[in-house]
């Protein structure tokens, strides 16, 4: 009994502290679970996104042709976002390839090398700013660039923003020409 | 009195185990003008992170900071554990008119100083980095109020406790 009142004052507020700590634990763990399930929330309707293609793969050929191309090689790509009736996003064209891949920025030397030296940050961002409204929808447009002719619709997909989440967007199978689109949404910065 | 040094044990026990482990400090990197490029770019350099006493401690020593960490487990684990050891006697000590003022009871009340230097480091840490350029964000958590709150009690219990015995 000695011994016991002896060492109790020592194992006791480790056995608190332990209890606190596990309690910390578990209020943690609760609140990381919560974390993890809104690192894709959907989008929060009247904000600003900037909408991204990040990666756009055809078919191996076009919907009732052989080749993509008349040479045979394969088609160039290039993709338009359009938003309330308006072409909003033209991407750059991607060359002899199935599967296009954007990068988020890009700087175009053209433009500063013909004088227009400033530049800001949203000048670099290559995505179409939309305001995420309830019921409206973006749809994308992906084409076979032809420099000699009208350009061939490969494949195109409309998205109601509710659809939508931020961080990247994977869809697949969309058309029988258009196989996989990954598009990158993200908010758009106050301020 | 005893009631309430009883109170103040037990709450400071708690809580220490609730300080370090639930976070301490909350940050949310800021880049100004760059916020967009950064999100996009490198989304992982503006995610919100958060850090408890013993993440701290853990992340210190893995990055090689062993002075760093040792003195900080031992005046942020060890110290206010082996303090709360000492009270805790003391209080037994006093229910059956045993006590007297030890040694290590004395260097409790000495050392005690020292276990708010964690606490004060975040404070100033906040203060830097809110100065910062970039709109960058840090926040105090619930760890360093429920550390602080712990060491505080252990300090009242133990002056409480002195009070008593004179």
Partial sequence: MAKFKKTLPLVLPILLAFAGASLAYVFNEKNSIKVSKETQPG????????????????????????????????????VEIKWRENIIFKSSVKSDTLIGVWSQTELDLQSLAMGDTTISPDDLIKGARVSAVEGESIALQVYDYDPLGANDLAGSVELVFSSLNIGKNKLNDLSPGLRRVEILVSEVSEG | MKGLIHIACFASSLLLGLGLVLPAISITPGFAELDPLVKLIKPEFGRFTSHSFISIISTLFVDGYYFLSGLLFVFSVLFPLWKLGVVWKACFEIADE???????????????????????????????????????????????????????????????LVKLSK
């Fill in chain 1, 43 to 78: 989008l929060e309707l009247g904000k600003d996104y900037y909408i991204q293609i990040s990666l756009v793969e055809l078919a191996s050929k076009p919907e009732g042709k052989s080749t993509w191309d008349k040479l045979g090689s394969a088609p160039d790509i290039y």
């Fill in chain 2, 98 to 160: 045993q006590f007297t003022s030890s040694r290590s009871f004395r260097l409790t009340g000495f050392l005690g100083k020292f276990s708010m230097l964690d606490v004060l480091v975040l404070a100033i840490l906040v203060v830097v980095l809110k100065g910062l350029p970039g709109g960058g964000q840090i926040e105090i958590g619930p760890g360093a109020w429920a550390f602080g709150v712990s060491v505080f009690l252990s300090i009242l219990a133990q002056s409480l």
